[in-house]
């Protein structure tokens, strides 16, 4: 094994208390969706409360309006985060288990199963108050990238969705004997550590390109053009990183070592690339009719 970082001594909660002898622990996962979404809920009002970034100074919400859509996320994501997982992931075993569906403290969340509950609260939203839904979704596409940044560092701080093995001097050796099982590597097996991929395409470039565009460009004149850009930025970014994250368990075999959900021949794709390539041709085609319908108006 070359050179390699040692996972840092991390710990998956920050605090545990006891009350009446149940213990009650508070995870950086829990803590990251937490600040994540309290940044991105300012991050909005700061939009609303700008009259001038709106075609006809207009604003799509008003501040008090957005705490309704701040409520209505927050069960999307956790309705839609675990019965993505369970529904994309691990059908089976739910299916035997269903009791074990809503213990989402015991883990098992899915991004994608979370955007579609979170898109089902922007539909809501945009309906109950008479928005413009397009607009709706421009102010959410804004707001995701620092929960997705922060929910990706609780990741690697959880040592969980790890990458594939790897010989570059910044690969990670991170711990247990599922992260060590590496056939061919003797040693310690070091791994790319995707989850920092994914924290910095995901949230922090993308994050830093809608803001700046949004704040200084004006993007909200156009709408869907912001909401496009995230659909498109976060399905290219993530199709990306899952050349370099381990495949989920599940669907790694003899015959099929690389974890592909859909196999072609030598090739394939993960469950994540089959369920962000909608993300992004959606997107693309977000982008194109918002600048279409933005020249019929200019």
Same mark, same amino acid.
């Not at 839609?80 to 059908?91: E, H, Q, S």
């Not at 898109?119 to 309906?127: E, G, L, N, S, T």
């Given at each position: 094994m070359q050179a390699a970082i040692p996972f840092p001594n991390l710990s998956p909660e920050i605090f545990t208390i006891s009350l009446f002898g149940i213990e009650f622990a508070l995870r950086w996962y829990a803590m990251a969706y937490i600040v994540g979404i309290l940044i991105g809920w300012r991050i909005v009002v700061a939009a609303v409360r700008r009259p001038g970034l709106w075609r006809d100074s207009q604003p799509a919400l008003t501040a008090e309006q957005v705490e309704d859509l701040l409520?209505?996320?927050? *069960?999307?994501?956790?309705?839609?985060?675990?019965?993505?997982?369970?529904?994309?992931?691990?059908?089976?075993?739910y299916l035997e288990n269903p009791l074990e569906i809503p213990m989402i403290w015991q883990g098992g969340m899915a991004f994608h199963g979370g955007f579609l509950g979170v898109?089902?609260?922007?539909?809501?939203?945009?309906?109950k108050h008479g928005a413009p839904l397009g607009s709706v979704a421009d102010l959410l596409a804004l707001s995701a990238?620092?929960?997705?940044?922060?929910?990706?560092?609780? #990741?690697?701080? #959880?040592?969980?969705?790890?990458?594939?093995?790897?010989?570059?001097?910044?690969?990670?050796i991170f711990p247990g004997a599922m992260a060590q099982?590496?056939?061919?590597?003797?040693?310690?097996?070091?791994?790319h550590p995707s989850q920092l991929y994914e924290a910095g395409l995901e949230g922090l470039l993308l994050g830093a390109f809608l803001l700046v565009m949004v704040f200084a460009r004006g993007w909200?004149?156009?709408?869907?053009?912001?909401?496009?850009? +995230?659909?498109?930025?976060?399905?290219?970014?993530? *199709?990306?990183?899952?050349? +370099?994250?381990?495949?989920?368990?599940q669907f790694i075999t003899a015959t099929n070592p690389m974890g592909y959900a859909l196999q072609l021949g030598d090739w394939g794709l993960t469950m994540g690339q089959i369920l962000s390539l909608p993300m992004l041709i959606v997107g693309l085609a977000a982008i194109a009719i918002a600048l279409r319908r933005d020249r019929q108006v200019a």
């Open positions: 409520t209505w996320i927050i *069960v999307g994501v956790i309705v839609g985060g675990r019965l993505g997982f369970v529904l994309f992931y691990r059908p089976l075993y898109v089902v609260a922007v539909w809501a939203v945009a309906r990238p620092p929960a997705i940044l922060l929910g990706r560092i609780a #990741n690697f701080i #959880n040592a969980e969705l790890w990458g594939r093995p790897t010989d570059l001097p910044w690969g990670v099982d590496c056939p061919g590597v003797e040693g310690l097996c070091a791994r909200l004149k156009t709408p869907w053009l912001t909401a496009g850009t +995230f659909f498109a930025g976060y399905g290219a970014a993530r *199709v990306f990183v899952e050349f +370099f994250r381990q495949a989920d368990p």
